[in-house]
């Protein structure tokens, strides 16, 4: 990444107030997540506690600092007993401090935790809204690794977010605590200078100010490139992460095929971005230790330096040297957080930026991103499915049904052929509802009624029972009508696994995905059925279960098929031809600020969709 150059030019200027109003932005989204959470109460609790820890060690320090003078006072005096008292003082000082420190770090790790969950839930609480965990596959480089953004980064995000807003707390108040200390301490630091002696007010605040300030300004200087090197880093990690997830999930498929050496190319291409990301982070951390780490090691001499004149001079004390010592230490300290922070500030403002322009995404997936085409969507009031001359378009292409206006009814089997060889996934996800590019209208039947068959079927972990009545809550299942479904669909030997949880789609084969699919239809009675594969791409033994089914139970449910190929079944009575069509003005696909996505050549496994959801749509079938 390049960095830009820090100039004075209006254009650098638009840049930063730019980056300062998409600070506030987020910054706001991730403080209304947190405050609209089922927790806030709690926060609000958690937040009072650490606010009143705080203050409390705040005043207990500046006790701690006006000992000093009498302490070191006795001790350059010799006096011993008055140095046992002081001693003694100073354990009872540090016992409060200690149990202070104690509460506050138990506030602060709770705080952390609370806002992870908080955080975490409202992600997914969006990611999880209808429709937008296939619809986030098409919103281009945001939409890749959610899993990342949802887990990892909104833990870091949390931990960040905590440990710095306490901190800047925390200084400031020190801060405030100790200006004004300092300030009255400044006015025994008398100066000699050409035989006169003088004072300045508040000399030793304005020396902190201008140390300060200095190494705050070299600080974001110096390490302002680490903000967009760390976006582009933790994408890097992530893009790694899913190639051997991916890896893992299709072990058979790449072993069969003796694809090793392809997939260790792909990952050693992954780790190469990574190492050259993580390179330029490294340098560009180094540059900015050399700021920090600098600062640090004059900061431990120049209050001493500051203060000598006085010292040397008569006017202070061994014991009030080291209280303007220790007053300047806690004001510079304080000054200095930026310094010291700057690269977590880097980190924090990267991953707020990661995770919160991935949440803008997702509340704002389903609003038009620009003035093309895009289908109408309506409930058919009498239970139909219409179509009013829909066609759909996916990568600059558009395809349409060869009858302008279709409408189904419950009990019809109709089987729309795709004639382009490549549309039927756009169609399928747009009979869904999750492709709205595209014109005309759709008239959806009832969702509730409604059951659709991708041709990989999903199979969700835990238990068997769960899987079987997937979306349904197996409670409102009896045992029975289960183990009567499984047996009419061949898998009377799982029956006895009811209550296994496992990691089905693993230990199950693709035959027995199908069949508990078919299990599925006997158990949900769905009145409308789409599928992506005719019944000729079932064996002879799937064919009979599923005609047997929809002729015997679901006489009554439409059959929708959308597929690449034809069929010389009887099972269809209707056909409907999806043909190329002209892409008229305004009728190609909105192009948005994000690429746009492709329809990949076979569907995801389930788990690979654990990994990374992709569109259903987005895909072609066999």
């Given amino acids: ?115 992870r969950q908080w955080l975490t839930r409202d992600l997914i609480a969006e990611w999880l809204t209808s429709r937008r965990l296939v619809m986030l596959g098409d919103a281009g480089e945001i939409g890749v690794n959610p899993d990342q953004r949802v887990h990892e980064d909104a833990k870091h995000l949390a931990e960040l977010s905590a440990g710095l807003g306490i901190g800047l707390f925390q200084s400031t108040l020190l801060l405030f605590s100790f200006v004004g200390v300092l300030w009255v301490l400044s006015s025994g630091v008398v100066l000699h200078l050409g035989g006169y002696s003088f004072t300045i007010p508040g000399y030793m605040v304005w020396c902190a100010l201008i140390f300060a300030a200095t190494g705050s300004w070299v600080s974001w200087r110096i390490g302002r490139p680490l903000i967009g090197i760390g976006v582009e880093r933790y994408a890097r990690e992530a893009d790694l992460r899913f190639a051997m997830v991916q890896v893992n999930e299709n072990a058979n498929g790449i072993v069969l095929n003796a694809g090793e050496p392809d997939e260790k190319q792909r990952l050693d291409d992954e780790l190469a971005r ?41 006017t202070l004390s061994f014991g009030e040297l080291m209280m303007v010592v220790g007053a300047f230490n806690q004001v510079q300290n304080s000054l200095r957080w930026f310094v010291d922070n700057f690269s977590l500030i880097a980190d924090w403002r990267a991953t707020l930026a990661r995770v919160m322009s991935f949440r803008q995404a997702l509340v704002t997936l389903e609003q038009p991103r620009s003035s093309g085409e895009r289908i109408v969507y309506d409930h058919e009031p009498l239970g139909n499915l219409e179509l009013e001359k829909v066609a759909v378009d996916w990568t600059g292409e558009r395809a349409a049904l060869d009858e302008a206006d279709v409408t189904i009814e419950p009990g019809d089997r109709v089987l729309i052929i795709d004639r382009t060889g490549s549309a039927h996934g756009a169609l399928f996800s747009a009979l869904a509802g999750l492709w709205p590019w595209g014109s005309g209208k759709i008239s959806l039947p009832p969702r509730a009624k409604v059951m659709f068959m991708p041709e990989r079927p999903y199979v969700p972990d835990g238990s068997l029972r769960a899987a079987l009545t997937y979306p349904s809550a197996a409670s409102g299942f009896k045992d029975e009508d289960l183990i009567k479904a499984m047996q009419r669909v061949g898998l009377s030997r799982l029956t006895g696994s009811l209550d296994r949880k496992a990691r089905w789609a693993k230990e199950i084969s693709y035959d027995d995905e199908e069949r508990l699919t078919f299990a599925r239809l006997l158990l949900l009675k769905p009145q409308w059925i789409f599928t992506e594969q005719t019944v000729d791409g079932l064996d002879d033994e799937q064919r009979g279960i599923f005609t047997s089914i929809i002729n015997e139970d679901l006489a009554k449910s439409a059959v929708v098929t959308v597929s690449g190929r034809a069929t010389t079944s009887d099972f269809y009575t209707r056909t409907i031809n999806l043909v190329d069509a002209p892409v008229g003005v305004g009728a190609k696909r909105p192009v948005t600020a994000t690429p746009e996505p492709t329809l990949p050549p076979t569907r995801a496994t389930p788990d690979e969709q654990a990994a990374q959801p992709e569109p259903s749509n987005a895909r072609q079938a066999d």
């Avoid at 000082?93 to 709770?110: D, K, S």
């Avoid at 560009?284 to 001493?304: D, E, K, M, N, S």
Wanted: hydrophobic residues 55%; without cysteine; aromatic residues 12%.
């Fill in 274 to 314: 990574v190492i050259d990301i993580t390179r330029r982070f490294v340098n560009a951390l180094a540059r900015l230790t050399w700021v920090t780490a600098g600062y640090g090691w004059i900061g431990l001499v120049a209050p001493i330096v500051i203060a000598a004149p006085a010292y040397f001079g008569g």
């Fill in 1 to 115: 990444m390049t960095e830009r150059p820090h100039d004075t030019s209006p254009s650098a200027s638009d840049g930063v107030t730019d980056e300062i109003a998409e600070l506030v932005l987020q910054f706001k989204a991730f403080v209304s997540a947190l405050w609209n959470s089922s927790g806030r109460r709690d926060f609000v609790l958690l937040t009072v506690g650490i606010v009143t820890v705080i203050i409390a060690t705040a005043g207990m320090q500046v006790v701690l600092n006006a000992w000093n003078s009498p302490f070191y006072n006795a001790i350059e005096t010799r006096n011993f007993s008055s140095f046992l008292y002081y001693l003694m003082v100073f354990f009872g000082i540090a016992g409060v401090l200690l149990v202070l420190n104690v509460a506050q770090t138990w506030l602060a790790q709770m705080i952390t935790l609370q806002s």
